[in-house]
């Protein structure tokens, strides 16, 4: 799909994504290239990593990839300093690196809660505190008057509970803290902006399949409001508004990009039952207030 922003918007800026090799995460990365960013991505495996090097390539666009999990400080710090040997700077560093699974409670071993709470909230703050050098004002290749951004994939199954997913509920809970405090002690101290994107149900993605088998997407689409899956366009799409200076004032939010999913309630009643009812008990509540019979009115 044609972006509608200017194709340089992000033009000499250079942006580093966790997990910027698939899914959401890679989405981000072409896009950023396509308006005019030079691209680092970090992933544990190499084969995600170098196919998308090179698609990136094919499109006219700078792109590195370097292998590293986010729960190694140590790796955070070498992709962090070989970003920077490599482009000179970072403006903007994206954690979209995370994990998931559906399970229950009962079934979910403190290891394996602890695994996500590692990979998304761990590994992102691991990640902000490695970057933090380079990206405040005056850091290196920067001016000192302004800071470079950062943005956090989030999600929205915390705002209120989400079936077999505590684990993952935790962790976005506390990556959303982390964007509220970043925002507020960073952005005053360094003139960073911190901002997230919570994503709803975004088609062709690992986190689809994993979390929404086929037979399930039916019954979703009943329950929401737009009545579609999202793209990784439209989150793609966010995250330029967020980093371009089109979001320049925009500092600690977290915006959700979901058709509206997470205010979605089952109908408890059809629309023309409501008309009905509504009516018959105002008509009766009148009736009593005039000592007749409600049929009489
Ligand atoms: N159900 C229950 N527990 C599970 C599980 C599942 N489906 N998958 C993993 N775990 C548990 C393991 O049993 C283990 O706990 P234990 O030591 O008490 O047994 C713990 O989680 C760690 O598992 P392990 O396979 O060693 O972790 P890993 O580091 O190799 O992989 C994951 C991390 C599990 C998060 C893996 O799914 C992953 O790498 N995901 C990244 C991609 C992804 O999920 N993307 C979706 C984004 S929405």
């Known amino acids: 799909m044609e972006s509608p922003y200017k194709a340089n918007i992000l033009k000499g800026k250079v942006a580093l994504l966790t997990g910027g090799g698939s899914g959401i995460g890679f989405e981000i990365s072409t896009q950023f290239g396509k308006h005019g960013a030079s691209i680092a991505i970090m992933g544990r495996r190499k084969n995600v990593l170098d196919a998308a090097v090179s698609s990136l390539q094919s499109l006219g666009i700078q792109a590195v990839g370097f292998e590293g999990d986010v729960r190694k400080q140590e790796d ?23 994990g998931n699974f559906l399970v229950s409670p009962e079934d ?6 602890k695994t996500v709470m590692d990979i998304d909230s761990v590994g992102t703050f691991t990640m902000c505190h490695e970057a933090l050098e380079y990206l405040k004002k005056g850091g290196q290749g920067r001016s000192s008057s302004s800071g470079g951004m950062i943005l956090n994939i989030s999600a929205t199954l915390h705002y209120t509970a989400s079936w077999y997913q505590i684990h993952v509920s935790a962790a976005k809970a ?5 964007t509220r405090n970043l925002a507020l002690e960073w952005g005053t101290d360094y003139d960073i902006r911190v901002n ?3 994503p709803g149900p975004i088609g062709d993605t690992t ?9 399930m997407n039916a019954k979703f689409r009943d329950y929401m409001p737009l009545y579609k899956l999202g793209e990784k366009w439209d989150i793609a799409m966010a995250a330029l508004y967020l980093t371009s ?7 600690g939010t977290t915006l959700v990009v979901d058709g509206g999913l997470w205010l979605s309630r089952p109908r408890h009643l059809p629309k023309d039952v409501v008309k009905q009812l509504s009516r018959a008990v105002e008509t009766k509540a009148r009736a009593a207030q005039v000592g007749v019979p409600a049929s009489k009115l």
């Open 76 to 98: 955070a710090r070498r992709v962090v300093e070989s970003t920077i040997k490599h482009f000179g700077k970072l403006d903007i560093l994206v954690n979209a690196a995370a």
């Open 108 to 113: 979910l071993s403190p290891n394996g809660f």
């Open 174 to 178: 506390a990556v959303d803290a982390l």
């Open 196 to 198: 997230g994107i919570a």
């Open 207 to 215: 986190g689809m399949r994993k979390l929404a088998p086929d037979e």
């Open 245 to 251: 200076e089109a979001g320049k004032y925009v500092n």
